[in-house]
């Protein structure tokens, strides 16, 4: 029987009346009690336990925090175990790569790291243990009928012709069918429970089905392989998992879960349900991100505008802030759907703490200053942090030719425009004022290409010697002495708020953005980021936050992304 009957719907409801008290206490309520009271057991143990048939997003970041950071809080501990039971749409690689997304986060599973796959002889053991108990048997339905028999939510379900066979025939058929000489989909092994029962995960569910595939881990050594709801509550109780943290569209399987534990009379651990965390502006279907990436509508899994950690990562975004967001969402019983402009508000806050400023200029105009001597360099002190001393300085290169953004430039501004027109002077970042004498343009096209400025030699650092104060202030870098950069700038990959709940057109994909990628390629950067290291982050001063791309950047060729722009407009309403 089920060990834990106060594990119902009804009082997890209760549980969940007040918001504040579901987003941070209710699975943790649940744990401290079952720890006084002494059941499951004395010693927390909690499992992480993806299918490697695709790549980590932000939503199993969620569940990564919340499993490893429960463990811990409770002096227990947190196994990972990769849910490979399926060998038609897993792979090695995504296994891999699950395990260094769950590493970069900052957590450990030590030496647990288990697989399904482990347990396949016990779970076979498990499984002839049913058949000889009456409570399973062989069914030779396809597919479509045992979804015909199966009935619907208003009416029961009919029993397949095959329920009855005898514990015999029954062991004689499940052992052809591990010997191979059955075709994929002519027989099933189903349990036999309840085809009139009012859970439809309860009306005789597929516990073994035929894949004559190879699996990534035992090769050819298999060809039936179990369903996750029976692999799931029995490795769970192999590895002596005390609470199986699940989200929450396993709710309705947990009779399932408690039903082949309790008739195995193995240990029993708690299923727990919580709500996965849905994003606004984004998809978190593993079925849908792969059909982004085959349609080629992003450049693959870590592609730096996707939601999976890989992406993030490439992104810019650090474990830190994905931490710091998972906490603030908290743990909900309620489904709801997270504005994504707090998961780039917590980013913002972890990157104002740590990235080192620097001066890069995405759209270069050419300033020469007419009066400075040519042949000329100097260099200006500069802190990699103005708030953080200990960060130290930098030495940034001045000369005669620098660039500054285009838009810093206005032939006709309007008022209160206080960045540099004809006439009018600017600070330049650091170094000295300038102002702006002529304008030079192209012939043929018109455009403004050079400005030709003055600057005053009494104002380096500080207020010129008349004291006069200038109030625009802009950035820039040496002609001479920047390096040439890539920078691309992203933007969220979907123009609609819910891409999959637009009724009219529900087609996610008609909702991409198609400026959701903007690639610059003449990009001007101060000299030693060329030299910066994959994956470095830093603040373009007045642009945004940046890091090195860690697939095509390279020293010669440095390629910066970016990661969030310098306003928070999720912040800004916050306060409002």
Same mark, same amino acid.
């Given at each position: 029987?089920?060990?834990?009957?106060?594990?119902?719907?009804?009082?997890?409801?209760?549980?969940?009346?007040?918001?504040?008290?579901?987003?941070?206490?209710?699975?943790?309520?649940?744990?401290?009690? *079952?720890?006084?009271?002494?059941?499951?057991?004395?010693?927390?143990?909690?499992?992480?336990? /993806?299918?490697?048939?695709?790549?980590?997003?932000?939503?199993?970041?969620?569940?990564?925090?919340?499993?490893?950071?429960?463990?811990?809080?409770?002096?227990?501990?947190?196994?990972?175990?990769? *849910?490979?039971?399926?060998?038609?749409?897993?792979?090695?690689?995504?296994?891999?790569?699950? =395990?260094?997304?769950?590493?970069?986060?900052?957590? *450990?599973?030590?030496?647990?790291?288990?697989?399904?796959?482990?347990?396949?002889?016990?779970?076979?053991?498990?499984?002839?243990?049913?058949?000889?108990?009456?409570?399973?048997?062989?069914?030779?339905?396809?597919?479509?009928?045992?979804?015909?028999?199966?009935?619907?939510?208003?009416?029961?379900?009919?029993?397949?012709?095959?329920?009855?066979?005898?514990?015999?025939?029954?062991?004689?058929?499940?052992?052809?069918?591990?010997?191979?000489?059955?075709?994929?989909?002519?027989?099933?092994?189903?349990?036999?429970?309840?085809?009139?029962?009012?859970?439809?995960?309860?009306?005789?569910?597929?516990?073994?089905?035929?894949?004559?595939?190879?699996?990534?881990?035992?090769?050819?050594?298999?060809?039936?392989?179990?369903?996750?709801?029976?692999?799931?509550?029995?490795?769970?109780?192999?590895?002596?998992?005390?609470?199986?943290?699940?989200?929450?569209?396993?709710?309705?399987?947990?009779?399932?879960?408690?039903?082949?534990?309790?008739?195995?009379?193995?240990?029993?651990?708690?299923?727990?349900?919580?709500?996965?965390?849905?994003?606004?502006?984004?998809?978190?279907?593993?079925?849908?991100?792969?059909?982004?990436?085959?349609?080629?509508?992003?450049?693959?899994?870590?592609? /730096?505008?996707?939601?999976?950690?890989?992406?993030?990562?490439?992104?810019?975004?650090?474990?830190?802030?994905?931490?710091?967001?998972?906490?603030?969402?908290?743990?909900?019983?309620?489904?709801?759907? +997270?504005?994504?402009?707090?998961?780039?508000?917590?980013?913002?806050?972890?990157?104002?703490?740590?990235?080192?400023?620097?001066?890069?200029?995405?759209?270069?105009?050419?300033?020469?200053?007419?009066?400075?001597?040519?042949?000329?360099?100097?260099?200006?002190?500069?802190?990699?942090? /103005?708030?953080?001393?200990? =960060?130290?300085?930098?030495?940034?290169?001045?000369?005669?030719?620098?660039?500054?953004?285009?838009?810093?430039? =206005?032939? *006709? /501004?309007?008022?209160?425009?206080?960045?540099?027109?004809?006439?009018?002077?600017?600070?330049?970042?650091?170094?000295?004022?300038?102002?702006?004498?002529?304008?030079?343009?192209?012939?043929?096209?018109?455009?403004? +290409?050079?400005?030709?400025?003055?600057?005053?030699?009494?104002?380096?650092?500080?207020?010129?010697?008349?004291?006069?104060?200038?109030?625009?202030?802009?950035?820039?870098?040496?002609?001479?002495?920047?390096?040439?950069?890539?920078?691309?700038?992203?933007?969220?990959?979907?123009?609609?708020?819910?891409?999959?709940?637009?009724?009219?057109?529900?087609?996610?994909?008609?909702?991409?953005?198609?400026?959701?990628?903007?690639?610059?390629?003449?990009?001007? +950067?101060?000299?030693?980021?060329?030299?910066?290291?994959?994956?470095?982050?830093?603040?373009?001063?007045?642009?945004?936050?940046?890091?090195?791309?860690?697939?095509?950047?390279?020293?010669?060729?440095? +390629?910066?992304?970016?990661?969030?722009?310098?306003?928070?407009?999720?912040?800004?309403?916050?306060?409002?």
């Amino acid at each position: 029987m089920n060990k834990f009957p106060e594990n119902t719907a009804k009082q997890e409801t209760t549980a969940s009346s007040g918001e504040e008290a579901v987003s941070t206490n209710f699975i943790r309520s649940i744990i401290a009690s *079952d720890l006084k009271s002494g059941a499951p057991a004395k010693k927390v143990v909690t499992r992480f336990p /993806p299918e490697p048939n695709g790549f980590l997003h932000i939503g199993h970041a969620k569940s990564i925090c919340l499993n490893f950071g429960l463990a811990a809080e409770f002096g227990g501990v947190c196994n990972l175990r990769l *849910d490979d039971t399926n060998p038609i749409k897993e792979e090695s690689t995504y296994a891999e790569a699950i =395990m260094e997304d769950v590493r970069w986060l900052g957590f *450990d599973w030590e030496n647990r790291l288990y697989y399904a796959s482990d347990y396949f002889e016990q779970l076979h053991e498990f499984a002839l243990r049913l058949i000889r108990a009456g409570k399973a048997y062989v069914d030779d339905l396809s597919p479509e009928q045992i979804r015909e028999y199966r009935g619907t939510l208003t009416e029961p379900g009919r029993e397949s012709p095959c329920r009855n066979r005898t514990v015999e025939e029954n062991l004689d058929l499940f052992a052809r069918m591990r010997a191979g000489e059955f075709p994929d989909g002519s027989r099933v092994l189903r349990a036999k429970i309840d085809m009139a029962s009012g859970n439809l995960n309860l009306r005789d569910p597929v516990m073994y089905r035929i894949l004559n595939a190879p699996h990534h881990r035992t090769g050819d050594v298999w060809c039936i392989y179990p369903m996750y709801d029976f692999a799931h509550g029995q490795s769970d109780s192999i590895e002596g998992v005390t609470h199986s943290i699940c989200t929450l569209e396993f709710e309705d399987h947990r009779p399932l879960y408690d039903w082949f534990l309790d008739q195995l009379e193995i240990h029993h651990p708690r299923q727990i349900e919580f709500a996965r965390l849905n994003l606004s502006y984004t998809v978190m279907s593993k079925r849908k991100l792969l059909e982004l990436v085959r349609e080629k509508h992003v450049d693959g899994w870590d592609d /730096p505008r996707m939601p999976t950690l890989t992406g993030l990562r490439r992104r810019g975004y650090t474990p830190g802030a994905i931490r710091d967001f998972c906490r603030r969402i908290g743990v909900a019983k309620r489904e709801s759907t +997270v504005d994504v402009g707090l998961l780039e508000h917590c980013l913002r806050e972890d990157l104002n703490e740590s990235a080192p400023r620097r001066m890069a200029v995405l759209n270069p105009l050419r300033l020469v200053i007419t009066n400075y001597p040519e042949g000329r360099n100097e260099e200006f002190e500069a802190p990699n942090h /103005p708030q953080k001393s200990e =960060m130290g300085t930098r030495k940034i290169p001045f000369a005669r030719e620098l660039y500054i953004e285009r838009d810093d430039f =206005m032939e *006709d /501004p309007p008022k209160k425009y206080f960045r540099l027109s004809p006439g009018r002077e600017v600070r330049l970042r650091y170094a000295y004022i300038v102002r702006c004498d002529e304008v030079i343009r192209d012939e043929a096209t018109g455009e403004v +290409v050079e400005l030709r400025c003055t600057y005053d030699p009494t104002s380096r650092g500080g207020a010129p010697a008349d004291g006069r104060k200038v109030k625009g202030i802009i950035h820039w870098v040496s002609a001479a002495h920047a390096v040439s950069a890539e920078v691309r700038l992203y933007d969220r990959l979907f123009r609609k708020e819910n891409p999959t709940g637009d009724r009219q057109e529900p087609d996610y994909r008609a909702h991409l953005n198609p400026d959701s990628l903007e690639v610059l390629t003449d990009c001007r +950067v101060e000299p030693e980021l060329g030299k910066s290291p994959q994956e470095s982050r830093y603040q373009f001063e007045r642009l945004g936050y940046f890091c090195v791309d860690s697939r095509d950047s390279a020293p010669a060729n440095p +390629v910066f992304n970016r990661t969030a722009t310098l306003r928070d407009s999720w912040a800004k309403a916050g306060q409002a």
